[in-house]
T-cell receptor
Framework: DTAVSQTPKYLVTQMGNDKSIKCEQN?????MYWYKQDSKKFLKIMFS???????INETVPNRFSPKSPDKAHLNLHINSLELGDSAVYFC???????????FGSGTRLTVV | AQKVTQAQTEISVVEKEDVTLDCVYE???????LFWYKQPPSGELVFLIR??????QNEISGRYSWNFQKSTSSFNFTITASQVVDSAVYFC???????????FGTGTRLTIIP
């Protein structure tokens, strides 16, 4: 069973469209994250949720809206996609006490 | 503010050589975690190790070893007897004990030449 699963793995879309990326973890972790990896491989946190509450929002444009329906899910919705949004988006989850910090396999978003 | 520096952008070594990847970090926190992740060409992020700031013991796992030195704020990673499958981008990362947000270095691309 995949511990942190993201869908879709690849997403190609036109500028101006709205799209969502879904993430689910079956590790029982309390905290979930979205990270963005740009074309130069630089990884940066976007959001963090703990038990469905937003903890971190790292100066991300408000076109990006995370939604956590429960602590096992953290979805990312992006409105009015721009060329600069093209990147790989990673979902992750962590458990502070047990020390796990696991990433999903990534979603490669290409905006054309 | 937290910062992680991986000064080596790219390294190439011949198979079976040993290689060390450097990581230097900055934080004002007295308690924190340090991580290494591997990103192979397939793109996933593979967890390698997490150390907390209280534990300065070096760690060895098979051909991998890590040297944590608080005095120099470094957490270096050595691969012994490198193999082609070790070719990947390696990231060092830092988080505090509070919110577990990872601050990543810019990565080191390691190429093992057969």
């Amino acid at each position: 069973d995949t511990a942190v699963s993201q869908t879709p793995k690849y997403l190609v879309t036109q500028m101006g469209n709205d799209k969502s990326i879904k993430c689910e973890q079956n590790l029982g972790h309390d905290t979930m994250y979205w990270y963005k990896q740009d074309s130069k491989k630089f990884l940066k946190i976007m959001f963090s949720y703990n038990n469905k509450e937003l903890i971190i929002n790292e100066t991300v444009p408000n076109r990006f809206s995370p939604k956590s329906p429960d602590k096992a899910h953290l979805n990312l919705h992006i409105n009015s996609l721009e060329l600069g949004d093209s990147a790989v988006y990673f979902c992750a989850s962590s458990d502070r006490d047990r020390g796990g910090y696991t990433f999903g396999s990534g979603t490669r978003l290409t905006v054309v | 503010a937290q910062k992680v520096t991986q000064a080596q952008t790219e390294i190439s070594v011949v198979e079976k050589e040993d290689v060390t990847l450097d990581c230097v970090y900055e934080t004002r926190d007295t308690t924190y975690y340090l991580f290494w992740y591997k990103q192979p060409p397939s793109g996933e992020l593979v967890f390698l190790i997490r150390r907390n700031s209280f534990d300065e013991q070096n760690e060895i796992s098979g051909r991998y070893s890590w040297n944590f030195q608080k005095s120099t704020s470094s957490f270096n990673f050595t691969i012994t007897a490198s193999q082609v499958v070790d070719s990947a981008v390696y990231f060092c990362a830092l988080s505090n004990f509070g919110n577990e947000k990872l601050t990543f270095g810019t990565g080191t691309r390691l190429t093992i030449i057969p």
